[in-house]
């Protein structure tokens, strides 16, 4: 499978690999990779499989094992020890993937996503996929459906969303395949007890960013995160929902580089 990149810095520079949620693209990192690349460090944004620029699974295969399993075979082809920062799908197989290479990891820092999830939070995320499956008419049919799943101001100009679209018959739809929106693989029971082993496996270096107004990392989850690894750091980002790496990408940069520093490679 061929996973699309893009990359910021020295490539001698120790590896820092960003991986977005469900329904983005690498492009909702790229402030934060070129703000660790500019500290000299290489930092890399990835297209999940099915989603941006990369190859869509022939298989079907979205789930969060195979997720992880992609993540495993890019440590495999870095050198040094390598960084994983994820945020939602992408935090989730950070965790799994780096947790199976820890020898190789010298940190993990996850955007709002813990082991166990909530409920409600999962429900909106499903919705807004199955809603994006039948496409839209125009550009800013899908800028009001992205507000309303955000709980965020509609943008002004919804123009710049249009190269995250692909358009099929007509209509518009996000760049990602249509099968990792299947209801088997958003958040099945098996999920939770992959992350869970996971983090009770780990034992490099954890940081997890909570989003203030999100539903989904409650703080009986922060608890039972930390019952499983110790070693977890909790910071909440003022002001934010669950998706909002591509509007904090400063904020969050300042707060990786400043457990880089602290974490040893």
């Known amino acids: 499978m061929r996973l699309a990149a893009s990359a910021w810095g020295d490539p001698a520079n120790p590896p820092v690999c960003f991986f977005h949620g469900g329904g983005q693209s690498r492009r909702s990192w790229a402030g934060a990779a070129r703000a660790v690349g500019e500290a ?31 993540v495993g075979r890019l440590i495999d082809q870095l050198h040094g020890t390598v960084t994983l920062v994820g945020a939602s799908r992408g935090g989730q197989a950070a965790l799994v993937g780096g947790a199976r290479h820890q020898p190789r990891i010298r940190l993990v820092m996850l955007a709002d996503v813990s082991p166990r999830t909530q409920t409600d939070g999962v429900d909106a995320i499903r919705q807004f996929l199955r809603r994006s499956l039948s496409g839209f008419a125009h550009v800013d049919e899908a800028a009001d459906a992205l507000a ?25 739809f996000w760049h990602w395949d249509p099968r990792t929106a299947a209801l088997e693989f958003i958040s099945p029971p098996s999920e939770q007890a992959a992350m869970e082993q996971a983090a009770q496996c780990f034992r490099r270096p954890l940081v997890l960013v909570r989003a203030e107004h999100a539903s989904l ?15 977890l750091v909790v910071e909440e980002a003022s002001g934010t929902h669950h ?23």
């Not at 499989?49 to 969060?64: E, Q, V």
């Not at 790496?245 to 400043?258: C, K, P, V």
């Open 40 to 70: 000299g460090y290489l930092g890399l944004t990835f297209d999940l499989r099915g989603h941006g620029d990369s190859d869509w699974a022939n298989d079907g295969d979205y789930d969060l094992g195979a997720y992880a399993r992609d």
């Open 148 to 172: 309303a799943y955000l709980a965020q101001p509609r943008v002004a100009n919804a123009a710049g969303l249009r190269k995250a679209m692909r358009e099929e018959n007509g209509r518009l």
């Open 217 to 231: 990392v409650t703080d009986e989850a922060v608890v039972a995160f930390r019952s499983l690894a110790p070693q």
């Open 243 to 265: 998706m909002f790496t591509g509007d904090q990408n400063d904020i969050f940069a300042a707060r990786l580089l400043h457990h880089l520093g602290n974490a040893v490679g």
